[in-house]
């Protein structure tokens, strides 16, 4: 099995600032890449897949990037309602894996 | 608009099964793959199952193989999760998601979950 590891386990950031989140697979997997949004209470929401696609209505301040085993989740200026859990997940081979989270946390 | 709602959650004893449903709405449900994900209590998300638009490829993890089954009726554009020999590790929150235009892989449309507690 694919292993994902996310780095940092939470960050905390003030509204405006620039977020960046990591991922790493254990094993090339290409730009089979999916980003996830969840907020307490609430079912996981796909804001990238592909690594760098951004998913219909995310707003443009969410980018992503990365190939291979190395991957980034931007957020441009956190907004107020982008404090939440942030999943990655690789879509390269079954079964599905995803990392751990990052929590975002208001400074 | 795409809505999945689950439905058949409870709390069982371990070992016991149980039936956990999903119907579909807002789109065609027979031109996607669907999967289950569950999440325990205050975890992170883990992939159970998922099944190919026409029941030729179905997969699972190996956390649940052997216990669980998933299956489709696409004439009532419903998802099925069957699960059996029930542990206490499998309390967790069941959700029904959409594979995507994009691939099958992603999840692009996720229910609000069904809750299964198995507790003695």
């Known amino acids: 099995d694919i292993q994902m590891t996310q780095s940092p386990s939470s960050v905390s950031a003030s509204v405006g600032d620039r977020v960046t989140i990591t991922c790493r697979a254990s094993?090339?997997?290409?730009?089979?890449l999916a980003w996830y949004q969840q907020k307490p209470g609430k079912a996981p929401k796909l804001l990238i897949y592909g690594a760098s696609s951004l998913q219909t209505g995310v707003p443009s301040r969410f980018s992503g990037s990365g190939s291979g085993t190395d991957f980034t989740l931007t957020i441009s200026s956190l907004q107020p309602e982008d404090f939440a859990i942030y999943y990655c997940q690789q879509a390269n081979s079954f079964p599905l894996t995803f990392g751990g989270g990052t929590k975002v946390e208001i400074k | 608009e795409v809505q999945l709602v689950e439905s058949g959650g409870g709390l069982v004893q371990p070992g016991r099964s149980l039936r956990l449903s999903c119907a579909a709405s807002g789109f065609t449900f027979d031109d996607y793959a669907m999967h289950w994900v569950r999440q325990g209590p205050g975890k992170g998300l883990e992939w159970v199952s998922g099944?190919?638009?026409?029941?030729?490829?179905?997969v699972y993890a190996d956390s649940v193989k052997g216990r669980f089954t998933i299956s489709r009726d696409n004439a009532r554009n419903s998802l099925y999760l069957q699960v059996n020999s029930l542990r206490l590790e499998d309390t967790a929150l069941y959700y029904c998601?959409?594979?995507?235009?994009?691939?099958?892989?992603?999840?692009?449309?996720w229910g609000q979950g069904t809750l299964v507690t198995v507790s003695s």
């Open positions: 099944i190919s638009w026409n029941n030729d490829k179905i």
């Open positions: 094993q090339g997997i290409n730009s089979w």
């Open positions: 998601a959409k594979g995507g235009d994009s691939g099958w892989k992603n999840l692009d449309s």
